[in-house]
């Protein structure tokens, strides 16, 4: 598998991303994964694993945020028949389920202290004891980790250990919100609007550009999780093939990217001809000399523009319809 196709977008932020995957997935060193929630922090840790040399080995995922503390250990460090009672048989924890494969801890920043310490020494040694065992097995994962929160802020209120974080920010990813890559949303709808079709088996829908410049001006405080669930909605609504305005429903009090916010001059030009490129590029298409006709530029001025907003024109193809 690659990268690319997993992760979608023709950004800069996404490309200069995939790249610096190329780079890590073959290494065995841990990763940390920044990023609001939505931004595909769970993804980019699939394709470090199932791009690298233990694509073939377990991938274990666990969220730290949805764990009680109380069964934290076991979930980790496994049991033994009768470490406590109801433990009628034994149990094989995270920490030996991943061996030689990627333990992936998703919201890492929600881990209790008392589950860090232990963590920290499991790193350490490479060796992990079972609750109600005396006797402490090899583990060999690569640790993936992934937090929304800001975790040297964490530090300082001492929520979180600052040694394990040196251990686990090896190599920090920070996975940037889809406001600051809208260039991204046609490629990202185009996907899965052929995904949805599939699934339907039928023609993918398509999209009116009123209803793409819609998806283009809005923030996302969900990212893309928000981008796919509303891309859902919009195709029960739509009746026929079409999905137009109508059918794209916002929140009440939607933020719109570039509305009361003030951006600095130089991101708002990025913003406007993101819309801008994006709503011609679907216009014509994704044909090249179509668009400068329309937009009265060359067909280098055009290239050019895509090129530094990091488009493709062919990533356009199929994707207008006529409002
Ligand atoms: N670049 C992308 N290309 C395709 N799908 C994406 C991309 N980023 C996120 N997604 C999808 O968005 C949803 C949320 O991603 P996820 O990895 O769970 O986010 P996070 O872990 O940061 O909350 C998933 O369905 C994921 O497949
Ligand atoms: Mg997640």
Not at 46 to 61: D, N, Q, V
Not at 104 to 119: N, R, S, T, Y
Not at 137 to 149: Q, S
Not at 152 to 180: C, M
Request: aromatic share 6%; glycine share 6%.
């Amino acid at each position: 598998r690659r990268k690319a196709d997993m992760l979608i977008g023709n950004s800069v932020q996404i490309r200069d991303l995939i790249h610096s995957l190329d780079q890590l997935a073959p290494a065995q060193t841990p990763v940390l994964i920044t990023g609001e929630s939505g931004v595909g922090k769970e993804l980019v840790a699939r394709a470090l694993h199932f791009t690298g040399p233990r694509a073939r080995e377990p991938f274990i995922a666990i969220n730290c945020g949805a764990v009680p503390e109380t069964l934290f250990e076991s979930e980790l460090f496994g049991y033994e028949k009768g470490a406590f009672t109801g433990a009628t048989s034994p149990h094989v924890g995270a920490f030996e389920a991943a061996d030689k494969g990627t333990l992936f801890l998703d919201e890492i920043g929600e881990m209790p202290m008392a589950m860090q310490v232990k963590l920290l020494r499991v790193l350490e040694t490479s060796a992990v004891r079972r609750v109600g065992s005396t006797e402490s097995r090899k583990v060999d994962f690569r640790l993936v980790t992934a937090t929304n929160r800001n975790l040297e802020s964490e530090i300082k209120e001492g929520r979180f250990r600052e040694d394990l974080f040196y251990r686990i920010h090896v190599y920090p990813v920070h996975v940037a919100p889809l406001r600051e890559r809208p260039e991204d949303i046609p490629p990202i709808v185009q996907h899965y609007l052929s995904l949805i079709a599939l699934r339907e088996k039928r023609p993918p829908r398509r999209l009116t550009s009123s209803a793409l410049e819609k998806l283009v001006a809005y923030a996302w405080p969900g990212n893309v999780r928000e981008l796919v669930n509303l891309l859902e909605r919009a195709t029960l609504l739509a009746e026929d093939d079409k999905i137009d305005a109508e059918h794209v429903v916002l929140p009440d009090n939607a933020a719109m990217t570039g509305g009361t916010q003030l951006l600095p001059y130089r991101d708002a030009k990025q913003q406007f001809e993101a819309a801008y490129y994006s709503q011609l590029m679907r216009t014509a298409d994704g044909n090249v000399s179509l668009a400068a006709k329309l937009a009265q530029k060359t067909r280098k001025e055009i290239y050019d523009a895509l090129k530094r907003l990091g488009l493709e024109a062919t990533a356009f193809r199929g994707l207008a319809a006529s409002d």
